[in-house]
T-cell receptor, first 112, second 114 residues
Framework: GDSVTQMEGPVTLSEEAFLTINCTYTATGYPSLFWYVQYPGEGLQLLLKATKADDKGSNKGFEATYRKETTSFHLEKGSVQVSDSAVYFCALSVKNNNDMRFGAGTRLTVKP | NAGVTQTPKFQVLKTGQSMTLQCAQDMNHNSMYWYRQDPGMGLRLIYYSASEGTTDKGEVPNGYNVSRLNKREFSLRLESAAPSQTSVYFC?????????????FGPGTRLTVL
């Protein structure tokens, strides 16, 4: 079935370090791909998305490119800040939002 | 603009007790969802409502019931709580429920069943 596998955490980085969180997917159709972020004590909020192959989603310095050939949607940021500390979820949606599949989440801690 | 609101924020139940989790959205969205979040497992869909007047089972519906009271409100009921239902519950909504839609999440309800 459709699924998402993302890099296990936790990930701990120093401020201004480069971030990569890996995400790969398995899907029978043509999925839309999402990264959601969850700050402590809050619900998930959309960070970025891409709806077709080769699209690049970007927001707040984060980027991810929809790579159909490698079935990947890796999240990157060139210089992380303490305020980026959160849990990041990769997700896909194939037919509709009712069938959205989430990865297990990756906890990122950024130290000053 | 409050977005998606949930009540209560925290709840402790004893095994066998019942309760209803409330959710409301003010974005005029058609689709609404209930998820549970367990450590190391991401989010799993319990029930969803594609539009007012309709509800359907998700991945893990056993032990739960839902009501789409109107376009704004979607409640989740536990009739006889069990320790396995200890989790964080999130309500979400999206405009049309298509595969490209963004889902908007509430702040969550942390439920403990003793």
């Amino acid at each position: 079935g459709d699924s998402v596998t993302q890099m296990e955490g936790p990930v701990t980085l120093s401020e201004e370090a480069f971030l990569t969180i890996n995400c790969t997917y398995t899907a029978t159709g043509y999925p839309s791909l999402f990264w959601y972020v969850q700050y402590p004590g809050e619900g998930l909020q959309l960070l970025l998305k891409a709806t077709k192959a080769d699209d690049k989603g970007s927001n707040k310095g984060f980027e991810a490119t929809y790579r159909k050939e490698t079935t990947s949607f890796h999240l990157e940021k060139g210089s992380v800040q303490v305020s980026d500390s959160a849990v990041y979820f990769c997700a896909l949606s194939v037919k509709n939002n009712n069938d959205m599949r989430f990865g297990a989440g990756t906890r990122l801690t950024v130290k000053p | 603009n409050a977005g998606v609101t949930q009540t209560p924020k925290f709840q402790v139940l004893k095994t066998g007790q019942s309760m209803t989790l409330q959710c409301a959205q003010d974005m005029n969205h058609n689709s609404m969802y209930w998820y549970r979040q367990d450590p190391g497992m991401g989010l799993r869909l319990i029930y969803y409502s594609a539009s007012e007047g309709t509800t359907d089972k998700g991945e893990v519906p056993n032990g739960y019931n839902v009501s789409r009271l109107n376009k704004r409100e979607f409640s989740l009921r536990l009739e006889s709580a069990a320790p396995s239902q200890t989790s964080v519950y999130f309500c979400a909504s999206s405009e049309q429920g298509s595969s490209t839609d963004t889902q908007y999440f509430g702040p969550g309800t942390r439920l403990t069943v003793l």
